[in-house]
C-alpha cells in the first residue's frame, strides 16, 4: 500500500493503460527497482493515442496524475513510455519535484560521450512515430540517430501495440529485439551507443549488449541515477 512506502525514497511512474506482462526489468515491476516506486495509470492512455497518434487531449489527465503523485511525497517522477517526451516541458512545469518522461533525456548526453564521427542509435516502439518534435523536447533535434522500430514484430505489435492479448511471450519477444538490434547495428558501423525508448523492451536490455558491445541506455538507467541523486550517502 502506498501508505506504507517512504516517499521521501520514491520514485513516481505514469502509467500507460495497457494489461500485458511486465516481466523483472521493466519500470512497471517493482522487482526492477532496489528502492521503492508508486505507479499511477493514467486510465485511456492506449500505446495506440500515445505512440501512434500523439493525442494532445492526453496532456492533462497525465499532468493530473503527476501532480496526484507529487501531493503523496514522491521525490522524482518519471514515466513508462518514451513518446511521452512530446509532453516533456509542460509536465515538468506542473511539478516542483524532477520529472523525466523519457529515456530520450539521456540521447543529448550520450551524443557528447562519443566521438564526433560516431552516432547513436535508437530502438524504438515505431519508427514512423518518431518525429522532429519528439527529438525537439530534450533538445536532441541534431544529434546523428539511426533508428529501429519494433512495430513491425508480431509479438510487438499484438501485445504491445495493439493490446490484442495480455500474455506476453517474453522469448518469442525476445527474438525479435535481437533480430531488430543486430539488424541496426550491421547496417550502421557507426553506431557508438544505444538509446532504447520503449519501456517495454528494457528487460533485454542485457541481451542487447551483449549482442552489439555497445553502451545501452534506457529508462532503467536513467531512473535509477536520478534516484541516486535524490539519495546520496555519506562517504567512509
Known sequence: MRNEVDMTDAIGVLCLDTAFTKNPGHIRN????????????????????VVTEADPALLRPFVDAARKL???????????????VIFQAQLADAVRVPLFSSSLIQLPMVHRMLAADRTVGLLVARKESLTHRHLAAIGGESVPVRVAGMSE????????????????????????VLDEVTELAAHNPDMGALVIECTDLVPYAHAIRSRIGLPVFDIVTLTEMVHNTLCRKPFR
Not at 527497482?33 to 492506449?46: K, Q
Not at 507529487?70 to 517522477?77: F, K, L, R
Not at 517474453?170 to 525479435?176: D, I, K, P, T, V
Open 70 to 84: 507529487e501531493s503523496e511525497g514522491v521525490a522524482a517522477i518519471t514515466a513508462a513510455c518514451g513518446f511521452l
Open 153 to 176: 514484430h508480431p509479438e510487438f505489435r499484438e501485445v504491445v501495440l495493439e493490446g490484442r492479448r495480455t500474455e506476453l511471450d517474453a522469448e518469442r519477444l525476445g527474438r525479435e
Open 30 to 49: 517493482p522487482a526492477t527497482f532496489d528502492f521503492p516506486v508508486v505507479y499511477e495509470v493514467v486510465r485511456g492512455a492506449t500505446p495506440r493515442r
